[in-house]
């Protein structure tokens, strides 16, 4: 059996839990997709196919939305869903449970675990999650691949499998998307700091950023995603309100340890 995970992944977090969770299901054999560079997949070529991003203002990136929504019309495709977060999973998981479904994917399972931030605005005061996952997290994560094994199994047995219950998408709080971007603000350059390199550029998911050739920011198309801020390699872009602030660039040194480890087979 041919498996897909389609992620979006602002800073290595979740890219790292969707390698983790291909290298660990023995019964179905995965590739990742990377939904901001590699274009649109062949969905009819799998036979499971997993969405997965990180929660953004308690919601699913709109880049994760626009791409479900512009890939054609499915009929019962078996498919899981996966975020991770920084602070709440907020309504992330039922709103990409929804819009799978909307899509005509026969959503089978789901899971949202929590890993360190990368928010600039919450790691300034603190608020860094910086040892996520923690043991019973990490425990349950383990559970989610084994009960996914499990269901790719079946499949592949041509057994049916029932869609996960969806979560209770109404009780949640529901912000704007614009928010975010509001909230981050005009973006400035340090013109003595900055090296022109394009990273900016070239990782912004919302084609939001043009060189100049020092970086210019589109407002109206940027989502307030703060991967520019955290990924350029001087430091030279900040906002009014964000300056200096540690960046998190890649997953963390224990998350890497505790997620390859548990992949590996360990306990920590």
């Keep these: 059996m041919r498996g897909l995970i389609c992620y979006y992944s602002g800073t290595g977090n979740t890219k790292l839990a969707c390698e983790v969770i291909a290298q660990k299901i ?4 995965f590739e990742l997709f990377d939904i901001v560079h590699d274009g649109l997949p062949n969905c009819a ?4 196919i997993g969405f997965a991003a990180w929660a953004d203002y308690f919601n699913p990136p709109k880049r994760m939305k626009t791409f479900l929504a512009s890939l054609p019309a499915q009929d019962r495709t078996p498919a899981f869903v996966f975020n991770t977060f920084g602070s709440t999973p907020g309504k992330t998981l039922p709103s990409m449970d929804r819009w799978a479904r909307n899509r005509g994917f026969h959503v089978i399972a789901g899971h949202s675990l929590h890993t360190p931030e990368n928010y600039p ?3 300034k005061h603190g608020m860094t999650a910086e040892n ?6 990490l425990a349950r994560f383990s559970e989610f691949i084994l009960q996914l094994d499990r269901l790719a199994q079946l499949l592949a047995d041509g057994r049916p499998v029932p869609a996960r219950k969806a ?7 529901s912000l704007p998307r614009t928010l975010s971007r509001t909230f981050m603000g005009k973006k400035y350059v340090n013109t003595n700091a900055c090296t022109e390199c394009g990273i900016c550029r070239e990782r912004c998911p ?3 950023i043009t060189l100049a050739p020092k970086p ?13 801020y955290n990924l350029c390699p001087t430091q030279a872009i900040s906002t009014r309100k964000i300056k200096g602030v540690p960046q998190y660039a890649h997953p963390n040194l224990q998350l890497r340890e505790k997620l390859l480890g548990s992949a590996n087979g360990g306990s920590s």
Excluded: N, V
Excluded at 26 to 29: D, G, K, T
Excluded at 132 to 137: F, Q
Excluded at 167 to 173: A, I, K, N, S, Y
């Design 216 to 228: 210019e920011f589109d407002q109206g198309k940027c989502y307030g995603c703060w991967a520019c």
């Design 132 to 137: 996520s996952p923690s043991t019973r997290e």
């Design 45 to 48: 070529t799998y036979d499971l």
């Design 167 to 173: 979560g209770l998408l109404r009780l949640l709080p």
């Design 26 to 29: 023995a019964s179905i054999e």
């Design 206 to 208: 919302y084609g939001a």
């Design 121 to 123: 605005p919450l790691i």
